[in-house]
Every structure is written in C-alpha cells, then in structure tokens.
C-alpha cells in the first residue's frame, strides 16, 4: 500500500507541475500576444509619420505588436477609438476639446471618455499658396479658389475657417472649393485646382509641394482680434512666429498657428497600459526623432500638462507624478 501511495504522490506532483508549467507558458504567450493601436490621419500628415514612430518605437521598448491605423482624421479617429477600435489616438488638442464638449463636428455627440495620454511636440499651421501666383497677403485671397469642408478631416477646416477670421475674411470673401482631406488638398494646390490650403506646415507632402512647385506660407495677423478669432474656431491654438527658413514657404518671419499635438487614449484602458506607454514615448526620444523629425521637440518635463482642456489618463498622472513632472 505505500508503494501505491508513493506512486500516486508521485504521479500527482508531476501532473501538478505540468499544470504549473502549462499555465506559465499560457500567461507568458498571452503577455506577449498583447497587441495595441494607434489611429492616425492619412498617409503623408504629420500625424501618419509620428504615430508610425510611437507604433515603432513604443512597440519595440515594450516588445509587443504596436500597429498604426490610418483613418480619415481626427473625426473619424476620435469616435472609432471611444469605440473600442483602438487603444491610442494622435491628434491636436483643438479636435480632442471639440469631441469631448461634442461641438464643431462633433455636434451632439459628446466624446467625453478621451482622456490625454502624453502632450509630444506643438502642431504648426500655415496657409499656403503657390510661390508663382504673387498671392503675398491673406487680403489678396479675395475671390481665390481656397480649400474648404475637408469633408474627412473637419478639424484642417476649422484651421482655415480660423485662419480667415484672423485675417478679418470669411469663406464669403473667397471662392470655396471642397475637398476631401488636407493631402488632397496640397496636391490640388500643386495642380493647379487651388489657389490656397491649410496643412501642418513640417507635413511631408509640404516638402514634396514646395519641390515640384514652390510654395509660399502666408502671415496672419499678431493681434487681440486675431487671437480672439482662432479662441473662437480652434479652442486651445495660439498665434506663434515662425523664423524664415524654419520650415519650407517661410521665406521670412510668418506668424503661424500653434497647437499642442498630443496622444489621446480613452477612460476604459487600463492605467497599467497608459503607464508603460508614456513610460516608453518619454524614454526614447532620441529613436522618436530619429523615425519622425518633429519629436525633436518632444520634451518629457512638458508631456504632462493639467492645464489642458481635456482630461489626463490616471495612468499617464502616474507616471508624471513619479518624475514629478506633473505640471
């Protein structure tokens, strides 16, 4: 009977061991298959390339699956993650104000479960034109063919709109013409359907326009009235001078529009999640910078902002409140 004994003891032991072994592989193979998502605009914005970066960068430091999801932008972006298709967003602080009041087009339909995760580099707008048609001030837009409804990227719209009233103009004062998206739009400009448009002004297909055609970034005004126009249509930008050659089409001091340029995550992500990644993005900027030029602005003691007008992930707090950085 002892022999029997020791056997089953023995029998049991080994298949509990096996369990303990087939566990430990399970939790490990499932810790590793943890994939994440970012949602960004089209290919060739700004926002593409740098979430691309974060997707890269942020995936290896974590060694796990990181992909970027192209979208439209931030209108289609902000409803598609507040639903569940992706855990992270890379838009401006303008869109991501307008979602979670449910204003702009956004309209009653409050996205009031965004939260901020990390604020990375400003977003730099300008209004361009073609170098060759001597369009040298926003007045001589009048009666120009200007870019307008950006029918899949509303918050390029509300920059223009913005840029206009700055300029004391309207869409009443231009010829309107609708286009689909910001890139769209640089390439009509470029062939000839436009005579202006608004894009980041650091966008790789701003440097491929400025080379196939030469373009020029026009000058807002620098005043209360300006300011006030753009508090009014882009919540949260500011007005910033540009030096000249800072960036191509400014070929001498240009005032911009400035706005922080952040990435975005919803309540329902874990805080452990949120913690890693803003973890990730402010330990490796160098390698940030290296697959996208605009984190070389990116500083981590400014990545936590609670003066913004949206909400920080309680993970993202965390991490920030630890560096004490928590600004």
Known sequence: MKMVGDMMSQFFS?????????????????SHAQTLSIGTNPQGSVAYASGAAIADVVGDALDLSFTVVPQGGPTAIIPAMSAGEFDFAFANIVAAVTAKDGKGPYKGRKYDSIRVAAVVYPLEMGVFVRKDAKIDTFQALKGKRVASAFKSQANVAAFM????????????????VPVQNGVQSVNELV?????????????????????????RVLSL????????????????????TAPAGSYPGILEPTNIIRVPFVVLTDSRVDDETV?????????????????AGEFKALDPKLMGQSALPVPYHP????????QGTWN
């Open 221 to 240: 005004p620098n005043d209360e009235a300006a300011q006030a126009a753009l508090d009014n249509y882009t919540p949260g930008a500011m007005i910033a």
């Open 315 to 322: 993970g993202a707090i965390k991490y920030y409140t630890e």
């Open 275 to 291: 913690y890693k990644v803003v973890k990730a993005i402010a330990e490796n900027g160098q390698k940030l910078a290296a697959s």
């Open 191 to 215: 062939d000839g359907g436009l005579d202006a448009t608004t894009f980041s002004v650091s966008a790789g297909i701003i440097q491929q326009a400025d080379a196939v055609v030469g373009i």
């Open 161 to 176: 709109t913005a840029s206009l009233a700055a300029a004391g103009l309207s869409y009443d004062d231009v010829t309107p």
């Open 14 to 30: 080994k298949i509990g061991t096996a369990c303990a072994l087939v566990s430990l592989f399970a939790f490990s193979a499932a």
